[in-house]
């Protein structure tokens, strides 16, 4: 199974973007999705989560106020509505699901992840 991510690009600072995640021929609709990032050089962080038996969602500190996850189970598609983008911001932005929990209870840990994306690259810069 192959997650598919888009919408990323190239911003400046303070600007936004909407990423999108979806997979053709899997349902995601029952499964907990996380949005990752890595930035150059760095490892693998967790920036959002979204569940579905509870309907929870989560944030890393570092984006809470300005990103908002959702989820159109119509569409089979999990949505990143990233505001107010900084510098930091800037890296490779991954969706990934976990087959074994419908919370986000083992989110932000990657290892918990079943199925990725190959990354949409969000470049904040001025």
């Known amino acids: 199974v192959q997650l598919v991510e888009s919408g990323g690009g190239l911003v400046q600072p303070g600007g936004s973007l909407r990423l999108s995640c979806t997979a053709p021929g899997f349902t995601l609709e029952h499964y907990a999705i996380g949005w990752f990032r890595q930035a150059p050089g760095k490892g693998r962080e967790g920036v959002s989560c979204?569940?579905?038996?509870?309907?929870?969602?989560a944030y890393a500190d570092s984006v809470k106020g300005r990103f908002t996850i959702s989820r159109d189970n119509a569409k089979n598609t999990v949505y990143l509505q990233m505001n107010s983008l900084k510098p930091e911001d800037t890296g490779v932005y991954y969706c990934?699901?976990?087959?074994?929990?419908?919370?986000?209870?083992?989110?932000?840990?990657?290892?918990?992840?079943?199925?990725w994306g190959k990354g949409t690259l969000v470049a904040v810069s001025a």
């Open positions: 990934a699901a976990d087959l074994m929990f419908s919370s986000c209870s083992r989110w932000p840990q990657t290892g918990a992840m079943d199925y």
């Open positions: 979204v569940g579905y038996s509870d309907g929870s969602t």
